[in-house]
């Protein structure tokens, strides 16, 4: 292990990393080749319908393009036959080296992930942009995490999110065959009907339109993935347009997930509400990509341990609104991360507690909200870091936005109320039973 100083980067302390049994994961290419060679073969094709001048042999070109996405797209997710780099991988200053050269820094990356698979522990640092992911075999789960510490991409340090399948595959086949096939059929009978009133006998050709509007609906339905954002503080999941916090102090529990639907087998992970409610995440297919869904187990397993290490017992009486219109509160808030509140019947609040308490991903979302914003105005340029790492770990919309809004300079108590006022809300939810600050 290297032995420079840890390294203030971006509000985060980087300690370094350096590991001789990690190494660099480089796809195999001629597997790569073989995935791309249904494209490859298309200019021969091309230039044998244009020499015959027999163009029908161009409807080739679509059942080349199916079979070239699907290879090229199982190559990558498998990694058949890769190979390992040879030198030690290191990460000093936010900057990866393999054997010394440099590879990429924290700069061009926007996430990492531990990835368990059957052959080793991989590390996945996703690029910025639309550029292919770099990834490391590591020796365990602990050395992974240690390398994403050093990234400042670990659980305590930012949130991570993930590309899941659709909703309708976690579904009955049942249920899959109403929602798919039902607006294809109401589709060409509304359209039909429609035509025949309004056009007579030649109107019912509209159902074929009609149809085609169904179908597009059931593109829809099956090729919207669920974006699943995970936070030391909860997941948040989004489909469609419709977003749902479930924070961990509200579940019973979260739990790989597996079932067949349709003849395949899909996996994922199973959010179980205290409530008895159950939310299923499909992440990916079993025999096709079951490393996506092997690190969103991991991400929510390393979470959960950071939630669970948070402070316990803290005093959080002097946050309360207590009736308080919110702009008074605000200004209430302030007065606390000022001492001015300290007295026979209130007791002093110090920083440092206040910046426990944001920190804190077991304490209520309104608690965390309410210290950021008493402790924001007094505390230094550690302690506003502080808080803005806290801002980027927690997985909560409304909880990330007000906290973020306690460091602006010009942040209005009205502005203030209205997040805080925001945070409430959220925590009155289905969810959200815990009492409030």
Known sequence: ???????????????????????????????????????????????????????????GLFHLTILGFVTTMLVLARHPHSQLAKGAVAVNDGVVTVGGARLTSREELRQGVVVPRSDGVWVKLDRKGRKMPYFFRVRDVAEGRAMLRSL????????????CLSPLFTKSLLIQLALSLGPLFVGMALAGGLGTTLLGPKGAALAAPGGLI???????????????RV??????TRWLGRSRFYRY???ESVEPWEANRGGKRYMGIAIRG??????RIAAAQKGWNEGAAKQLEERVAEAIEAHRAGVKGADVSALGRAGR??????????????????????????????LRLVEDPTQPALV?????????????????????IAASTTASPKLRFAIEQSLADQAEDVALGEALAEVEAEERSTFSRRPTA
């Open 214 to 228: 169904g179908m597009v609906f059931l593109f829809v339905l099956l090729l919207s993935p669920t974006r699943v």
């Open 274 to 279: 205290k409530d008895g409610s159950v939310r």
């Open 249 to 251: 102090g509200d579940l």
């Open 231 to 236: 936070g030391a503080d909860g997941i948040v």
């Open 152 to 163: 400042g991409f670990d659980a305590t340090q930012s949130t991570a999110e993930f590309r």
């Open 325 to 354: 219109a919110y702009p008074d509160w605000v200004a209430h808030l302030r007065s606390v991360g000022e001492g001015a509140t300290a007295g026979l019947r209130n007791a002093f609040v110090p920083l440092d507690a206040l």
């Open 1 to 59: 292990m290297g032995h420079a100083a840890p390294r203030r980067y971006d509000a985060l302390v980087l300690q370094p990393f350096e590991s001789n049994t990690a190494r660099q994961v480089r796809r195999n290419r001629l597997w790569l080749a073989a995935g791309l060679a249904p494209f490859a073969l298309m200019i021969p094709l091309v230039a044998s319908a244009v020499a015959t001048g027999n163009y029908a042999m161009l409807a």
């Open 368 to 388: 965390r909200a309410s210290a950021a914003v008493a402790a924001a105005p007094k505390v230094g340029a550690d302690g506003r870091d502080r808080i803005r």
